[in-house]
């Protein structure tokens, strides 16, 4: 297969890299993404607070992308203390992978070329990168940009894995919707919990068409069944006791990089020829 070339590649083609793209490609620059996966879904509820839907205006105008708007949350405190608060700007959320696709569609129509295949090695020769994808192609780049997220190939090879300390773990489900017989405007509000002696929080967003729920913590600090307990014991709570059947029911797994603070100060995202996003 002859070699490509490009002056930008971009490894990872999630929310940073694929927005990174749409801004490169917006002003002529050469640029393809690369990414086994396109736009997918991960745990994570989605939600897009109020702050980035004025930075980014985007999103909203993007009409054919389905969302929910959400103007209520309730907080649940480890004492099982409550507060619902009503937002004078609503926030969005969306699948994960329908906001993933939204901002991989607009740096596709900007002009960046998206290749549908994981980078297996890349190597420095002068001032050219040289990568080898998964499925036996061959490409060169000026630059290089890592976006490939909490297990990062690119950074693997450049910088070093992320210490155990700077990772969290999440787990999350997505249930298929039906009327929620606990609240009569049909889940229309986002649930954020707290847990005693617990570095992290449960969460319940609803979605277009699922209601998303999620567990996140520290790496290490608890197991992964242990994670999966607390996650399945607040969706039967929510759902008044008892589990949605298995038909409605698809989980998701991934780690996240959630820095400690000491580590922000040695942390390196740039080199010669490479960035980390």
């Known amino acids: 297969m002859p070699e490509q070339s490009a002056e930008i590649a971009i490894l990872g083609a999630g929310p940073a890299g694929a927005h990174l793209a749409s801004r490169l490609a ?24 109020t702050r980035a839907l004025r930075e980014f205006g985007f999103i909203l105008k993007s009409g054919d992308y389905p969302r929910k708007l959400i ?55 002068g001032n050219q990168w040289r990568l080898t994808t998964d499925d036996g192609g061959h490409w060169s780049a000026r630059y290089l940009v ?13 910088v070093g894995i992320f210490p155990k300390g700077d990772l969290a773990l999440a787990f999350g489900y997505n249930v298929t919707s039906e009327p929620n017989p606990r609240n009569g405007a049909g889940g229309e509000e986002a649930v954020v919990r707290f847990l005693k002696d617990f570095t992290g929080y449960l969460w319940a967003f609803p979605r277009p ?22 996650l399945k014991s607040f969706v039967c709570d ?16 991934a780690k996240i990089p959630t820095l400690e603070f000491g580590s ?14």
């Not at 901002?103 to 290749?115: C, K």
């Not at 929510?238 to 797994?253: C, H, I, T, V």
């Open 146 to 158: 890592g976006a490939d997220g909490a297990a990062s190939f690119t950074r693997r090879r450049l």
């Open 209 to 230: 068409e699922v209601m998303n729920f999620g567990v996140a913590s520290k790496l290490g600090e608890k197991t992964s069944d242990e994670l999966r307990t607390l």
């Open 71 to 125: 103007d209520r949350i309730t907080l649940i405190s480890p004492l099982e203390r409550r507060v619902s608060v009503k937002l004078d700007e609503p926030f969005a959320i969306y699948s994960r992978e329908v906001l993933n696709r939204l901002v991989l569609d607009r740096a596709t129509n900007a002009g960046a070329r998206f290749i549908r295949a994981a980078v297996a090695d890349l190597e420095r020769e």
């Open 238 to 253: 929510y759902y008044g006791g008892k589990l949605p059947e298995e038909s409605r029911l698809s989980f998701f797994g």
């Open 26 to 49: 917006a002003t002529g620059r050469d640029v393809v993404l690369f990414d086994p996966k396109g736009a997918w879904e991960k745990p994570c509820g989605g939600g897009v607070p």
């Open 264 to 277: 922000w100060k040695e942390l390196r995202t740039t080199g010669e020829g490479w960035a980390l996003v």
